[in-house]
């Protein structure tokens, strides 16, 4: 995992918190990471040149990794990843939580057509958020076999906030208290055949990558198992889950 940035509690606050802070749970433990060298004048959020991080580049080039996944790609970081794994014959993954639903004058919505519907139907794959997600994709071209957006979780039915029960109580699907089997069997009664991705994140988490992706794999076997039955499971193909190298480019 690659950042461009390490964020100062007031840049957290001025990137739209409204109040300086510094997280209280531990975000870069458990996987391996580094903080690419940031050359912008001045660093930080809010406006395209912020992020601007050369070394990347030379870090797709060598071709240790089968993809490279962005985070969008409103900033020059994001490109200049972009542009070396073309560049080298990288797959790129995007992750976006852009709608369609916020205002725009008709100049803005026609410029970034012409514009968007040029290099967004290159990505490999597009990760959307949730449904506006998934339409802001299609509308700019990406084929719909390349979005995906499953994503499972599961937690024990307490008496707490969302954002309370997904920080500190998650767990991997099946080991919760909600049906994710049963939710699954309804995603696959729809004919969807892409990719189901699982997130975890809380105090309990593995700090080994491989020991979660261990983990990962034994839940989604379960859950499988769970949400296909015996019978169609004779006839079906199994789910598959892949893994690249663990790390990646946020």
């Not at 690419?36 to 930080?44: D, E, M, T, W």
């Not at 979660?212 to 079906?236: I, K, W």
Request: proline share 7%; glycine share 8%; with cysteine.
């Amino acid at each position: 995992m690659y950042y461009c940035h390490q964020a100062t509690p007031q840049e957290q606050a001025r990137a739209g918190f409204g109040v300086e802070f510094e997280w209280d749970v531990p975000l870069l433990s458990g996987y391996p990471h580094s903080f690419l060298r940031n050359i912008a004048h001045p660093p930080g959020h809010g406006r395209f040149a912020g992020f601007d991080t050369p070394e990347i580049g030379k870090i797709i080039r060598r071709r240790d990794y089968d993809a490279v996944l962005v985070n969008g790609w409103n900033y020059k970081s994001a490109w200049q990843a972009i542009w070396a794994a073309w560049q080298s014959d990288v797959r790129v993954f995007v992750r976006g939580d852009s709608h369609l639903h916020s205002p725009r004058s008709r100049t803005v919505r026609a410029t970034k057509l012409l514009a968007y519907r040029r290099f967004v139907p290159c990505f490999d794959a597009c990760l959307a958020a949730g449904e506006w997600s998934r339409e802001y994709f299609a509308y700019y071209g990406a084929r719909p076999d390349r979005i995906f957006f499953v994503q499972l979780g599961d937690a024990p039915r307490m008496n707490v906030d969302p954002l309370t029960l997904r920080r500190n109580h998650s767990r991997m699907p099946g080991e919760g208290d909600f049906d994710v089997a049963g939710f699954l069997r309804a995603v696959l009664a729809t004919g969807y055949s892409g990719t189901v991705s699982l997130e975890i994140f809380n105090e309990k988490t593995p700090e080994s990558p491989l020991a979660s992706a261990r983990a990962a794999m034994h839940s989604m076997l379960l859950v499988e198992e769970r949400a296909r039955g015996a019978n169609e499971r004779e006839s079906s193909k199994p789910v598959a889950v892949g893994a690249s190298k663990p790390q990646g480019f946020p």
